[in-house]
């Protein structure tokens, strides 16, 4: 493994070990939102110190918040309640993390001052209008790049009407945004989607005293809801397991137990679509923290078969395609995944990105408008692939290079610590000749 930018990967003869990945990246964010809400000390462990969940941070440090840094695993907000925030002396940079700047949309549509939301040139190309249309519905005054669409955008607070949206998608930010933003003023907002996206804001909400119902379909909140202080402790992000549960079922000979990761049923979809795929998957020791479900996995080598991927299970494992991509090149057959166009507009078009990257080792991969085509079982090859800037693409090749003939060169690979700042390590830490 070499500079800070690019990374070789050599195959593996087999993985062993017991690891902990990351705290959860999404329970972050709203960790950090959320105790800053609330009147008075939240107490969050385990959170993820990746460079998105510090963007969250920063901005609300910037909005007047005090943060206290007990160690590395324990940090302390003092909240200042939904009418505490200040407005900003400069443009709150998001960095490369949708999540803080859709849902700081929400809520900062609903404060009495003017901001102004950036981010990196990824997040400045990704469509903003889905929460700006909304949020505009509402009332609020929001002026941005490209016809009020794109970042930066200006937001001049306040003003809002409760709404009742349907959200033509089923992204958990945009739900979030509108409810964030309801949750600040008089009335009841509700929000419709067309199929269950994750659901840590409704939980989180819940344990920091908000009144929102969940009900198939959408959620409801009641606003001006006090939120107290409360104690959080994050689970570690089934989205970043993912990379050891795909490593751990196709590397031969391999047996793996990851500890302590959250298995929201809005989020395990991967933990249902690699068991379809033959993959031996357990959960042990099953429990719940601050509302979310949580358990450890034990993986171990098996040999993988091709399915069919769509509908419900899309947004419940909508992080881990590429990695997905990489089991279904390994596995015997072909794997369809279809209705997934939103990988189209995440941190890259993760569609082209993974027909490009994994395609150039050999892997017989096409493209489809709304997902991908992979007929699995060719050998992978050694080579040269770039991430694209796109931390879950970079990890993605790192797994693939597990099982390829040769060594594999993947660059621009510093992107990995906007959600896990020592892949590289524990990938090390596993890996058995
Ligand atoms: C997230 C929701 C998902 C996901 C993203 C994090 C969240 O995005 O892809 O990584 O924390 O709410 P969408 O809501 O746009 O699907």
Redo the contacts with the bound molecule.
Sequence with gaps: MDNIDQKTISPARRLRGEITVPGD??IS?RAIMFASLAQGQSRIRGLLRGEDCLSTLKAFQQLGIEVEEKSAAELIIHGRGLDGLQEPADVVDCGNS??TMRLMSGILAAQPFFSVLTGDQYLRKRPMGRVINPLVGMGAKIFGRDKHTRAPFAIVGGGLQPTEYRSPI?????K?AVLLAGMQIDGETTVYEPHL??D?SERMLRCFGAEIESFPGGAKVKGRVMLRGQEINVPGDISSAAFFLVAGLIVPDSELLIKNVGVNPTRSGIIDILQQMGGSIELTNPRELSGEPVADLLVRSSNLHGIEIGGELI?RA??EFPVVSVAAAVAAGVTTIRDAK?LRV?ETDRIAAMCETLGSLGAAIEPRDDGMVITGGRALSGGRVNSFGDHRIAMSMAIAALVAEGTVDITDTSCTETSFPNFWGLLQQIVEG
């Design positions: 990246k999404s964010h949708g999540t089923a992204s958990a930010q945009v979030s996206s994750r840590h947004p909508i992080d939103e995440k």
